[in-house]
């Protein structure tokens, strides 16, 4: 068992941020990551409104981030998934990928938020082989084909147009009739030639053998159902907090998110929590390192005044 | 080349010959992208605990990696990244697109054992 000053869940822009602050100031600290640390921002093509730095990919900076983060000294363990807790203990214990075992008086849940996905079996079978969730990668595989974006937001709006490079239809399927996305981003969608839209629907059944043949879109006003000659399916339906780990542990709202107060505490002693994670109107990168900020400051002070 | 900390295959010719001097091999071939990273991550986690696999990476725009873009199992993949599990010189199982560390274990377990 190895104990450490901190132990923080999750390697995002929060994680990191709070696992700097905690490092540089001597602390030894943990950060556990169930994926790549860096979280979302690793999808992220280009982020031009990080202040200081000009304009960079969320790779890159993710990578900026985990590079200080471990030169201030902290320990940092990717793709591992906690398989056992006990926070609610002063001394909190974090089993990883059922063998490391790791303790310490303070956690900080950054846990972020992962990909909404349509929770279809057809959608699971088919990823990577027509049904995808990153248009940059996969953009490519679809040249002079017809697919479909579903969504309705800035993601689905932008990487619409952006596919539109390589394919040679792209039809938008979104349950509302209004967008959730910037107007410019609704602008250039509505005015380019290869997009089509399909408002008040939704993707039911994503049909194919071996790879993606069609898709079943339900109108969700009348219940008719329609089908679609599509090889490719781009899904972006937006994020859901990575909290269900800390249900009947943390105070949780009913959209997931952990609430805490404007100390980044949860209702728990010693337990934090920040970022894309917790209950807040706004997510950006800047907010989140700003709430590791906030996180890392406040387990100094519950140290201090222990 | 790709950068990762794993071993890169470079060329056709070099990934036959270590298909064929091992007999476990685990090969994913792709870019430096968000679907790719995670793949590559979890090959760097499990390195140790799989001493009876060799595990590379390939970069997917290198002409080279048509020895996997072109392989019968990869034919209908349209994600990446291709991940290709080789025993014994042949394909035993193709994945396409980003996979968890578990998805990885369960293949890696199934096709050669631990």
Redesign the interface.
Known sequence: MEKFDAIILGGGPAGLTAGIYLARAKQSVLIVD?????GQI??THKVANYPGVPETS??QLAGNMKKQAKEFGCKIV????VTKMDLISDQKTIEVDGEDVYTSDSVIIASGGEPRSLGLESEKRL????????A???GD??QDQDIVVVGGGNSALEEAVSLTAYARSVTIVHEFDHFQAYASAVKEASEHPKINFILESNVVDFKGK???ESVIVKNLKDGSEQELAV??AFIFIGYVPRSEAFKGILDINDRGEIIVDRDMKTGVKGVFAAGDVISKRYRQITTAVSDGTIAALSVLEYKNKK | MLQTNLNHIESASQLNQIISENENVMVCCG????????VY??M??LEDKYENVKFFDMAFDSPEAGVIRNLPECS?????PFTVYYKNGKVVKA????Q???EVKTILNEKFGN
């Open positions: 169930q994926g790549s640390v860096g690793i999808l969320g790779y990717s793709s591992s998934k990823k990577g082989k027509g049904v995808s969730y990153c940059t990668c996969d595989f679809f071996e790879s993606l090889t490719g | 870019r430096m992208g968000p679907m790719c990273l995670p991550d979890v760097e986690n209908t993949f349209a994600g990446l994945t396409s697109s980003i968890t560390k578990d």
